[in-house]
């Protein structure tokens, strides 16, 4: 079993920065890992998402302003956002694949508001 711990969402103004984490905790081994997002009444989305190689895949709404990186030592997954536009605001949830299936942190909320 694999539990997911968020941090780092909240209020930014427009062209501000966040830096979401997550970190996982188990005995499980882990592949993928990545952020997806859900605003109200539309679809959970990828975000961005990294293999254990690093090899790295972005949504094409937040290419060049977003940068995903892990830690695999620590087991952690980052998501450093910049340039945040209002259509960035969701909440975001932190995604964890390993052998036998995926696991999803509870979410925590970006908000992009003047």
């Given at each position: 079993?694999?539990?997911?711990?968020?941090?780092g969402?909240?209020?930014?103004?427009?062209?501000?920065s966040?830096?979401?984490?997550c970190?996982a905790?188990?005995?499980?081994?882990?592949?993928?890992?990545?952020w997806?997002?859900?605003?109200?009444?539309?679809?959970?989305?990828l975000?961005?998402?990294?293999?254990?190689?690093?090899?790295?895949?972005?949504?094409?709404?937040?290419?060049g302003r977003?940068?995903i990186?892990?830690?695999?030592?620590?087991?952690?997954?980052?998501?450093?956002?910049?340039?945040?536009k209002?259509?960035?605001?969701?909440v975001?949830?932190c995604?964890?694949?390993?052998?036998l299936?995926?696991?999803?942190?509870?979410?925590?909320?970006?908000?992009v508001?003047?």
């Amino acid at each position: 079993q694999v539990q997911l711990v968020e941090s780092g969402g909240g209020l930014v103004q427009p062209g501000g920065s966040l830096r979401l984490s997550c970190a996982a905790s188990g005995s499980v081994t882990i592949y993928g890992m990545g952020w997806y997002r859900q605003a109200p009444g539309k679809q959970r989305e990828l975000v961005a998402r990294i293999t254990g190689g690093g090899s790295t895949n972005y949504a094409d709404s937040v290419k060049g302003r977003f940068t995903i990186s892990r830690d695999n030592a620590k087991r952690t997954v980052d998501l450093q956002m910049n340039s945040l536009k209002p259509e960035d605001t969701a909440v975001y949830l932190c995604n964890v694949v390993g052998v036998l299936r995926q696991y999803w942190g509870q979410g925590t909320q970006v908000t992009v508001s003047s």
